[in-house]
């Protein structure tokens, strides 16, 4: 009897993890460009020092990008886009990518996974990162 009931919790859990795996994940259904083969991107292709993303209504995102450079690898966000200017702007007006979906996600969860392990303060909430202009 106790065998049979390990060989039914075991046959359980391998078809909840086989449904689990086949679910696509959530980041992937957003067409991430292909990485290149052996995940990394080379280091004479640094682009800008400080780069402006577009927030909408709730003001630009200024991207201390040379920071980011020194401190993380270059595929934490480049594995949702391609490395070349205007590259996320090109992504949405294609409908492969939504803003907020994956940049203002990926970036917040970053900083606030940075934030809970109580490294440096990262700004994580809409006022730390959008800024308005005044007059505006």
């Known amino acids: 009897m106790r065998r049979v009931l390990l060989v039914m919790l075991a046959a359980a859990l391998l078809a909840a993890a086989a449904a689990f795996a086949a679910e696509p994940a959530e980041q992937a259904k957003e067409a991430a460009p292909p990485a290149p083969a052996d995940r990394t991107i080379p280091k004479?292709?640094?682009?800008?020092?400080?780069?402006?993303?577009?927030?909408?209504?709730?003001?630009?995102?200024?991207?201390?990008?040379?920071?980011?450079?020194?401190?993380?690898?270059?595929?934490?966000?480049?594995?949702?886009?391609?490395?070349?200017?205007?590259?996320?702007?090109?992504?949405?007006?294609?409908?492969?990518?939504?803003?907020?979906k994956v940049v203002m996600k990926q970036c917040q969860d970053c900083h606030r996974e940075e934030n809970r392990a109580g490294g440096k303060k990262l700004p994580a909430s809409c006022k730390e990162c959008h800024s308005i202009k005044a007059g505006q």
């Open 44 to 100: 004479d292709t640094k682009g800008a020092a400080d780069l402006v993303l577009k927030g909408g209504s709730a003001g630009d995102v200024p991207v201390p990008h040379a920071l980011h450079q020194k401190t993380i690898e270059c595929l934490t966000c480049h594995q949702f886009f391609p490395q070349e200017k205007g590259a996320i702007d090109k992504r949405v007006a294609e409908g492969k990518m939504t803003k907020k």
